[in-house]
């Protein structure tokens, strides 16, 4: 015997993953609750219930995207450097394989400034954890010997990232930017290619 909630529950989770999709691939300002409401068949009012403000929705998919990175980030808590750039690598490669999405951080950077101020605070607390953990991967690449690169953990990060947000755009119009990019990447840090 169901409740009732589950019901909700359902409802509440199809309207995230399809705004996921438009959010990844639209970005934020290119969709709306219409679009939402026609693909799951459903009325306004239904979305509404769940996230009264389109903003609601938006802080809604931030936060999961956050608890999502952060179960990525500690599953990954004994790998070495390496490793860690490799599964980066494929969080990119994930996103281009789903029709060519920009990551959300990607997406979240290009809209900031047009962004709702809710929506701005946990975007850029996202964004900051997402560069973060790039600085964290070659400084600990660097501190055990795994890579060799001119400048601090602190910028190589920074470039690792917005590198990475980039060559997600560039993919869009040329299906070579990311292998090539990638490539690039383990030269600037000294590492071995990986074979693709």
Known sequence: MHNGS???????????????????????????????????????AAIHYHFPKKSDLGVALIQRYRRRFQRFIEQQGEWDAARRLEAYFGLSD????QHKQICPSGILSTEFQTLPDDMREEASAFIDEMRQ??????RLGRDTERMAYAGTPEAVGMMLFSALQGGLQLA?????????????????LGMPEAQE
């Open 6 to 44: 589950d019901s909700k529950n359902d409802t509440r989770k199809r309207i995230l993953d399809l705004a996921e999709e438009l959010l990844l691939t639209r970005g934020f300002n290119g969709f709306s609750y219409q679009h939402i409401s026609s693909a799951l068949g459903v009325r306004n």
């Open 94 to 97: 994930q996103y281009y394989l």
């Open 133 to 138: 953990w790039a600085v964290a991967i070659v």
């Open 172 to 188: 869009r119009i040329d299906d070579g930017a990311l292998p090539l990019l990638k490539s690039q990447v383990r030269t600037t």
